[in-house]
């Protein structure tokens, strides 16, 4: 379930014309198939905390994305939902490796 919405997030940066963020989550769903699925579920985690982290992207034609005939808010908030539950399954899931 968990690369399905990093594949998901991932065709959604990538249709705005986002590379570094889909280029990163182009690489971290590609990755899932490593031995160490704690390392892998820590990576996912880690893009979500500091400056410059995934949480403080917005899709915006300011941020040179390409809009189309979506609307920002739509797709920010697509984009958020996202995020979110790919932060919380990852969560979820790390809890429970090291709760064995």
């Known amino acids: 379930m968990l690369n399905i919405y990093l594949d ?3 065709a959604l940066l990538e249709s705005v014309g986002e590379k570094k963020w889909g280029e990163k ?9 490593l031995d160490n ?6 990576k996912i985690i880690g893009l979500y905390g500091g400056a410059g982290s995934l949480n403080d992207l917005m899709i915006s034609e300011l ?9 920002e808010s739509a797709l920010n908030k697509d984009m958020n939902y996202l995020r979110s539950k790919i932060y919380n399954l990852a969560k979820k899931e790390l809890r429970e490796l090291v709760d064995l």
């Open 63 to 71: 941020n040179g994305h390409t809009i189309g005939c979506g609307s």
């Open 25 to 33: 989550f182009k690489y971290v769903s590609s990755e899932s198939v």
């Open 8 to 10: 998901e997030l991932h």
């Open 37 to 42: 699925r704690r390392q892998y579920l820590e």
